[in-house]
């Protein structure tokens, strides 16, 4: 979850003028790599070895 901060920070870094949706992009991308930092601190990753080899089966 992103805090508001976060998303302050983000809105004050845009420029005066932008589109909506780049706005709304950029704090999707904040979000998920939040969200991937917390899952890499609790462990909840797959190595690349697991990843190869769910990846051989999907192609089965």
Known sequence: MITKEKALDTLNEMPSSFEVEELIEKLIFI??????LEQLEKGETVSNE?????VKEWRK
Do not use: A, D, T
């Not at 979000?31 to 991937?36: D, M, P, R, S, T």
């Not at 697991?50 to 769910?54: D, I, R, T, V, Y």
């Open 50 to 54: 697991m990843l190869k080899q769910e």
């Open 31 to 36: 979000e998920k790599v939040e969200i991937g």
